[in-house]
């Protein structure tokens, strides 16, 4: 299973993070996206992540130059079909996955190996409605992708192991760290963490703090990177959401109940940075609480 040319499905802020990495690791990268829009800003805004590891002297301008070159868009998901790899990164709704693995698969080769970037949906389903199961396996890359150093891989119950070795031995040459999750609800990252930001929206929610104030509490007070409500904005409300009914969903454990208001702000379209509202509004020179 010699890796060299990699597909990637999701023109977003995940596909092109696994696209920037997997370029400048030596991968040929072609990218696809239902919405034009996003698919013509993915190479400049990879562009602009790769000046910026240049002017931190984390890449060399050459090797910018070099990955960039690997990278190429197009419109049509079909022309992903005879490439190595193919990487689903779309929106974490299971419906999309399978439409996007169907809509692949007159056109996949037959060596081709299919992976999701799914942070929560069952790899075994996933895989088991395509035409190859044993060739599926769940990548699941950390956002930011070029920062974050972690890559849970999760295998289905057909998974062949060549298959689990191959993406292995893509995340080691990407310079990452792999851990294996086992096929559970969430896997291991998100299963610990969403439920965390799950509950400081029920403390929210309850008065329990203010917005301002459960962020600090918890940066302050548990020495977090960022607090959880800051957190779920730079994740997207609606990811957030959508992994808490996975979790609901698949274990049938009340405690993994999604907080009404959660839901409350992705009803309304406040699904964080990328809307520009969401437990904080970004539209201003710096963030102020919505509540």
Not at 117 to 131: E, F
Not at 166 to 193: E, S, W
Not at 196 to 212: P, Q
């Amino acid at each position: 299973m010699d890796i060299r040319t990699i597909g990637i499905v999701g023109a977003g802020q995940m596909g092109t993070g696994i696209a920037q990495v997997c370029a400048q690791a030596g991968y040929a990268v072609l990218m696809t996206d239902v919405d034009g829009g996003a698919l013509s800003r993915a190479i400049p805004q990879i562009a602009a992540g790769l000046d910026r590891q240049v002017a931190k002297g984390r890449a060399t301008a050459p090797d910018a130059a070099a990955a960039l070159a690997r990278l190429a868009t197009t419109p049509a998901l079909a022309d992903l079909g005879p490439l190595d790899l193919v990487i689903e990164a779309a929106t974490e709704r299971e419906a999309v996955k399978d439409a996007i693995f169907d809509g692949l698969r007159p056109h996949l080769a037959a060596h081709t190996i299919l992976a999701t970037n799914t942070s929560s949906i069952p790899i075994t389903r996933l895989g088991g409605r395509t035409d190859r199961p044993d060739r599926f396996m769940g990548v699941h890359f950390m956002n930011p992708v070029p920062v974050m150093p972690l890559v849970e891989l999760i295998r289905g119950i057909a998974t062949d192991p060549a298959t689990s070795d191959a993406m292995a031995a893509l995340v080691a040459r990407l310079g990452k760290t792999a851990i294996h999750a086992q096929d559970r609800p969430a896997f291991i990252v998100n299963r610990i963490l969403i439920p965390m930001v799950n509950e400081a929206v029920f403390a929210l929610h309850e008065g329990v703090g203010s917005v301002v104030d459960i962020d600090r509490s918890m940066t302050l007070g548990a020495n977090l990177p960022m607090g959880p409500l800051t957190l779920a904005d730079f994740i997207g409300l609606d990811t957030c959401l959508a992994i808490m009914r996975v979790l609901q969903d698949g274990t049938g454990d009340p405690k993994y109940r999604p907080c009404p208001l959660l839901a409350t702000y992705v009803d309304a379209g406040w699904l964080g940075r990328k809307t520009g509202r969401g437990f904080y509004d970004y539209r201003g020179e710096s963030p102020v609480p919505t509540r």
